[in-house]
């Protein structure tokens, strides 16, 4: 089944992934787009600062808006490159 994830975990821990969903034809990931947005502010992260000169600061921010959920991950089964996108912008922002 498509979007449906099975866990190990003991105990299971009901968790929000990011994306779900499915690929869609000819683009090989679930979200190109989020990853499109990572990516950019990694480069922006990277440079350190505006066009003018003013230090940058960049945060991703995930929203649960579920009462269901305790815990939050990307969806590494749906889409490995976001993930993959994802990690290196924390490594980045360490």
């Known amino acids: ?3 449906v994830y099975l866990s190990s975990d003991d105990p299971y821990t ?3 992934l990011f994306p ?3 690929k869609k034809a000819g683009i090989p990931v679930v979200s190109d787009r989020a990853i ?3 990516h950019e502010l990694t480069e922006l992260h990277k440079a350190g600062q505006d ?3 003013r230090p940058l600061r960049c945060a991703i921010l995930f929203v ?3 009462s269901d959920c305790a815990a ?3 969806c590494h ?3 490995m490159l976001f993930s993959q996108v994802l990690r290196r912008a924390s490594e980045a922002g360490e």
């Open 1 to 3: 089944k498509v979007g």
């Open 14 to 16: 009901p968790t929000a």
């Open 20 to 22: 779900h969903g499915s």
């Open 36 to 38: 499109k947005h990572v």
């Open 51 to 53: 066009d003018i000169g």
């Open 64 to 66: 649960v808006n579920r």
């Open 72 to 74: 939050f991950r990307p």
């Open 77 to 79: 089964e749906a889409d």
